[in-house]
């Protein structure tokens, strides 16, 4: 299995909701990213997670809160989303370290497509 | 800081065209060099890769060698298909305290026609 899956395809939302979206990996990877797009825009960096362990918040709003419950999970929690929030969010992983090489190429899943209303 | 710049698109093209995607580099250290295709409606796909100086990248027809003289990393494809019409992103990776983060290029939206 060499892919990366997510869920919801896609989500409309109120600004009061909250919901979560989800990534899964069964490559063996040991680290997960999660990326936002707009349109028209390269992926922005929002978390890293590494071993499980959170390694790199890009300074995302507290209203972005991730979650990784074990190595092949990826949880990202919304709650009072703004419009501006709206974009496609990408979930990628990569294996991490093995044998002290660092392998960096990541794997993106098909993303989320998330409407704030 | 690391930063990538790629050539302004769109590109628009007719099939069996050549394509060449320019990318231009500037990185602390000795970056991996990606190219990233993301087709309407769908996330990134890695295209290629290269680790280390003169090695090429390739798959699908696409090929980028990664010249440290010049710091470029462009793709090249000979004969570019309609099904080929997407966003390009060129990206670098680096270790140390960045480790994990892809630097991606403003992308660069090529268009193939019959």
Known sequence: DTEVTQTPKHLVMGMTNKKSLKCEQHMGHRAMYWYKQKAKKPPELMFVYSYEKLSI????????SPECPNSSLLNLHLHALQPEDSALYLCASSQDRS??????EQFFGPGTRLTVL | GNSVTQMEGPVTLSEEAFLTINCTYTATGYPSLFWYVQYPGEGLQLLLKATKADDKGSNKGFEATYRKETTSFHLEKGSVQVSDSAVYFCALSVGGTSYGKLTFGQ???LTVHP
Do not use: H, L, Q
């Not at chain 1, 044998?99 to 960096?104: L, P, S, T």
């Open chain 1, 57 to 64: 918040n890009e300074s995302v709003p507290s209203r972005f």
């Open chain 1, 99 to 104: 044998g002290g090489v660092i392998y960096n």
């Open chain 2, 107 to 109: 992308g660069t939206i």
